[in-house]
């Protein structure tokens, strides 16, 4: 008894294994949760990824690197970068969607922070409303309003932009105004909680010591607005890897995404889900990697 | 304390009893669940089936075969009675325990099927299927009308001959398979060096600056009706619906040939109510039943007590009836087993360069 640590919680004497063990009841179903819906089935992805696809799409759980050598491009059509590409355009799709989100939305976040605070509710709100409507209806809904008789491709077509022609879909300029139209408001929130919490005397003291419109956005604002910019880009970025409807739809099924390879191989004619389990780990591994990195990164620059 | 366990203990157990009894009962009033293609039965059925036979019919939809395999194997056969599926996958849900041998003894108007739906490859023995609709695989295309013999994949696959923008199909074994056929193959072709060919012949569409995407066979319909698309491929029924709304197009069986296709009715291997799936088979296999299926999907009917019932209008369109020269030149596509990776690695070559 004598070796017990005696500590204060709450206004109540306590002992240390006590507060552990009401911390680990706290902590419990949080714990638990992640071990059923996170790790275990990663664990299991992984042991998958190693396995073999049976025939007719039955798993033969025998261990084999073949899902790697066939990741990397060798097939029974001989070698080819087609795997490599299709994680490439992917990640291309992403980062651009990604940045297009971050331009468009951060005068938006500023725009709605500086109403009042009902007005600033009420726009966010129309912010979030389109999420509402099923992804697959609001980009049908592009569909027809890019489409060959409506006034953007006629406006596009008189600046010059598509041929007499084309029309604006289907293309990869319907699939941005598409995926951005579909991410922003994921982008936007974040981005406004920082604009919302920022601390103008920074931006007042930069003035005051003869800082440049440029310098003092960068070091008065951005910085401050880092963690929420690193929010936004994850939870844009992340999602818009493994996303394939859009890009199927508004930019007519020519080429396919990583998330369409994934579906092929459990849900299309591939019926591997081995092979499957192992690309959904490489988009795991990937999604994580490239966040580490940009935080890194973002974190260095702006301190 | 023990007491108070124990009484939670009967209050679950109570719980679970009438949980389970609740269960039990809402099985009662009978129900056939059928998972089928969306928008692939009359809808004027459901009330019409249940009045015939007592039982509910519950429709599951799904829009793709691989869709519908995909859920029989995650969420298991004992959750629908009869699943409607395409001649192509039959032999791999057999081979997968998704499907049982029909009884054929239980569906007497099995009799109305028409004898060249016997053998097939798709199910040799006659015991897995029961053929629902059939159909055919063509282009479907504007402009001057031409002599239905005469038309060539080239109209597709020579960039000097596209007169306008067109779509190919988004199935990968279907459009591979008429690839094949178009460079004068086998459609049913296993030979890598074949299905190669097909892959770049394929790739070179994709450059054709008319090229518009890969497309379902509604997609590539709706593209032709809102004249987005010059041509695309799609099935008989798409194809007579889209010329019910536009008279000036056309749909042929390129000269090359194309495949037909059969979805049939098929029995959930763990189908709770068996009895009630021979009933539903036995209700669209009827005369009457089956010719008014056909007329409101616009597919043909395998069934043949259904076509002299139909109407001469309906029976004699080629669109819908295939001329025998047609039938000839059209093949069902063969279960391709393990060659099944090959088309998949092809199709992730075509969707990739």
């Known amino acids: 008894m004598a070796q017990q640590v005696t500590e204060v919680f709450e206004g109540k004497l306590t002992?240390?294994?006590?507060?552990?063990?009401?911390?680990?009841?706290?902590?419990?179903?949080?714990?638990?949760w992640l071990l059923v819906f996170l790790l275990l089935p990663t664990v299991f992805l992984v042991v998958m990824a190693f396995a073999q696809r049976g025939s007719y799409g039955t798993i033969d759980w025998t261990f084999s690197l073949g899902n790697f050598k066939k990741l990397l491009g060798f097939s029974s059509f001989g070698w080819g970068?087609?795997?490599?590409?299709?994680?490439?355009?992917?990640?291309?799709?992403?980062?651009?969607?990604?940045?297009?989100?971050?331009?468009?939305?951060?005068?938006?976040?500023?725009?709605?922070?500086?109403?009042?605070?009902?007005t600033s509710t009420l726009l966010l709100a129309l912010v979030m409303v389109p999420s509402c409507t099923n992804l697959v209806i609001r980009t049908y809904a592009w569909m027809i309003l890019l489409g060959a008789q409506m006034p953007p491709t006629w406006f596009a077509r008189l600046l010059g932009f598509i041929?007499?022609?084309?029309?604006?879909?289907?293309?990869?300029?319907?699939?941005?105004?598409?995926?951005?139209?579909?991410?922003?408001?994921?982008?936007?929130?974040?981005?406004?909680?920082?604009?919302?919490r920022l601390d103008w005397g920074i931006v007042e003291a930069s003035r005051d010591l003869y800082a440049g419109p440029i310098r003092t956005f960068y070091h008065g604002i951005l910085s401050q607005m880092m963690p929420g910019i690193v929010a936004s880009v994850?939870?844009?970025?992340?999602?818009?890897?493994?996303?394939y409807v859009v890009s199927d739809l508004l930019g007519g099924a020519k080429f396919i995404l990583i998330g369409n390879l994934i579906q092929q191989q459990f849900f299309g004619t591939a019926l591997d889900w081995p092979f499957g389990a192992m690309l959904g780990i490489v988009l795991i591994i990937s999604s994580v990697l490239s966040l580490v990195a940009f935080q890194k990164v973002g974190g260095k620059n702006f301190v | 304390m023990k007491k108070i366990l124990l009484a939670a203990l009967s209050l679950l157990a109570a719980f679970a009893f009438t949980a389970c009894n609740e269960q039990k009962q809402?099985?009662?009033?009978?129900?056939?669940?059928?998972?089928?293609?969306?928008?692939?039965?009359?809808?004027?059925?459901?009330?019409?089936?249940?009045?015939?036979?007592?039982?509910?019919?519950?429709?599951?939809?799904?829009?793709?075969?691989?869709?519908?395999?995909?859920?029989?194997?995650?969420?298991?056969?004992?959750?629908?009675?009869?699943?409607?599926?395409?001649?192509?996958v039959i032999q791999q849900m057999v081979h997968l325990g998704l499907i049982a041998p029909i009884d054929t003894a239980k569906v007497p108007n099995r009799v109305n099927i028409a004898p060249q739906f016997m053998g097939q490859a798709y199910d040799p023995t006659n015991t897995y299927t029961i053929p629902y609709l059939w159909g055919t695989t063509g282009i479907l295309f504007h402009g001057a009308k031409v002599n239905p013999d005469s038309v060539s994949y080239s109209m597709l696959f020579d960039a000097t001959k596209t007169k306008g923008n067109f779509s190919l199909l988004e199935e990968s074994r279907s459009m591979l398979s008429m690839a094949l056929q178009a460079l004068g193959f086998d459609a049913n072709s296993v030979k890598q060096e074949e299905i190669n060919k097909a892959v770049e012949l394929i790739l070179k569409a994709k450059k054709d600056k008319n090229f518009l995407g890969f497309d379902g066979s509604v997609g590539g319909k709706d593209k032709v009706l809102s004249k987005m698309d010059w041509a695309a491929i799609v099935f008989n029924g798409e194809a007579q619906a889209a010329i019910d709304e536009d008279s000036t197009l056309q749909f042929v069986i390129p000269m090359e040939g194309s495949f037909m296709w059969v979805d049939a009715m098929t029995l959930s291997s763990k189908a709770p109510n068996v009895e009630g799936a021979y009933a539903f088979m036995n209700y669209i296999l009827d005369a009457k039943i089956g010719a008014q299926l056909a007329k409101y999907i616009n597919y043909a009917t395998p069934n043949k007590a259904s076509l002299e019932v139909i109407d001469d209008e309906f029976k004699n369109n080629r669109v819908i009836n295939p001329n025998e020269?047609?039938?000839?030149?059209?093949?069902?596509?063969?279960?391709?087993?393990?060659?099944?990776?090959?088309?998949?690695e092809a199709w992730t070559i075509v969707k990739t360069r």
């Open chain 1, 163 to 196: 041929g007499e022609a084309e029309s604006l879909y289907p293309g990869t300029f319907a699939v941005y105004v598409g995926m951005v139209s579909c991410m922003l408001p994921f982008a936007v929130l974040p981005l406004y909680t920082s604009v919302e």
């Open chain 2, 26 to 88: 809402e099985q009662a009033p009978k129900t056939v669940t059928v998972m089928i293609y969306s928008e692939y039965i009359d809808p004027a059925m459901l009330d019409d089936f249940e009045k015939k036979t007592g039982y509910k019919l519950q429709l599951e939809l799904y829009e793709a075969q691989e869709e519908m395999i995909g859920k029989l194997q995650a969420a298991g056969t004992s959750q629908y009675d009869v699943v409607i599926a395409s001649d192509v």
């Open chain 2, 325 to 344: 020269q047609e039938i000839k030149r059209m093949v069902f596509l063969a279960d391709p087993g393990d060659a099944a990776k090959l088309f998949d």
């Open chain 1, 15 to 32: 002992t240390r294994s006590r507060m552990r063990k009401f911390g680990l009841l706290l902590t419990g179903p949080g714990m638990l």
């Open chain 1, 234 to 243: 994850v939870l844009t970025l992340v999602p818009t890897l493994g996303m």
């Open chain 1, 81 to 118: 970068a087609d795997n490599l590409i299709i994680v490439w355009r992917s990640f291309k799709i992403a980062i651009i969607t990604t940045i297009l989100c971050l331009v468009v939305g951060l005068p938006m976040a500023f725009w709605i922070g500086a109403h009042s605070k009902r």
